[in-house]
């Protein structure tokens, strides 16, 4: 029997996966994505772009498509979809993994202050001028607007459009993975003083972590969400020993 395993992405770490699925002879495969990228890479699965309409329509596209498994590897602060994705496991019956990077933990030598969301470290900013490297999302800066007294240096994968509108941003379009040496030089050329940073874990983002480490950053570190997961697995090989497992249940009970 083929099996079939729908894979919510967004990440690197669920391109990777969907790749080595792919590897193996007999799944149906197909990675969905947000959309919020305007040139994803290239991924190695068939892909399809957007929501579901919820819990209940994302259960129902399960159904409808005839499903054995789902797997969630979307970004740890996906909340809303990850929310969704053991909702609507529930409702189709079928197995969810969750692949969840391990976050970030402060070392020696690290000037973190943890802040609830984006509005808390534009708070956590203050009131005199600074400069400020945003490592946000596009969808994360409109609050930022609120202190044009501050500098902002902004790197999207996606050009920011419209631009904020305060006096001084400087735009860096670039894709990750990014090196220690070229950050350094990118946070001591712009005075950066304070980095605004979601804590991702993994390695593909860390560079800026480490660097701020080194040239005495501090990094205004935003919480993750509190999601009423189940459980995980931390990397994608302990992603793929789930998946097999799941689906070897499936196999012994005949569904």
């Known amino acids: 029997m083929t099996r079939s395993i729908l894979i919510l992405g967004g990440t690197a770490d669920a391109r990777i996966l969907a790749g080595k699925l792919a590897e193996d002879s007999g799944y149906r495969l197909l990675l969905s994505m947000a959309g ?3 040139n994803p890479v290239a991924q190695p699965v068939p892909m399809r772009t957007g929501g579901f309409g919820g819990a209940s329509g994302l259960a129902a596209f399960i159904t409808e498509n005839q499903f054995d498994l789902l797997v969630d590897a979307t970004h740890p602060y996906a909340a809303r979809i990850s929310t969704n994705a053991i909702e609507a496991a529930r409702l189709a019956n079928i197995p969810l993994v969750t692949l969840e990077r391990p976050a970030w933990e402060k070392q020696p030598g690290d000037d973190w202050q943890s802040v609830a969301d984006v509005e808390s470290a534009l708070a956590a900013l203050g009131a005199e001028s600074t400069n400020a490297f945003l490592a946000l999302g ?9 202190a044009p007294q ?3 240096l902004i790197r999207s994968v996606d050009p920011v459009e419209p631009p904020l509108d305060v006096p001084h941003a400087h735009y ?3 894709r990750g993975p990014f090196a220690l040496d070229d950050e350094m030089t990118l946070l001591r ?6 980095i605004v940073s979601k804590n991702s874990g993994g390695t593909a983002a ?3 972590i480490e660097a701020a480490r080194r040239l005495g950053i501090t990094v205004l570190m ?3 969400p509190a999601i009423s997961r189940t459980a995980t697995v931390p990397t994608i090989d302990a992603a793929l020993a789930a998946i097999r497992h799941q689906l ?3 196999d012994e009970r005949g569904e």
Request: charged residues 30%; hydrophobic residues 40%.
């Open 36 to 38: 919020r990228t305007r």
């Open 138 to 146: 596009r969808q994360e800066l409109l609050p930022f607007e609120a």
């Open 150 to 152: 501050h500098h902002y």
């Open 172 to 174: 860096i379009t670039a």
């Open 189 to 194: 050329d712009n005075r950066v003083a304070f």
């Open 206 to 208: 860390y560079a800026k």
């Open 222 to 224: 935003i919480e993750r």
């Open 248 to 250: 070897s249940l499936l």
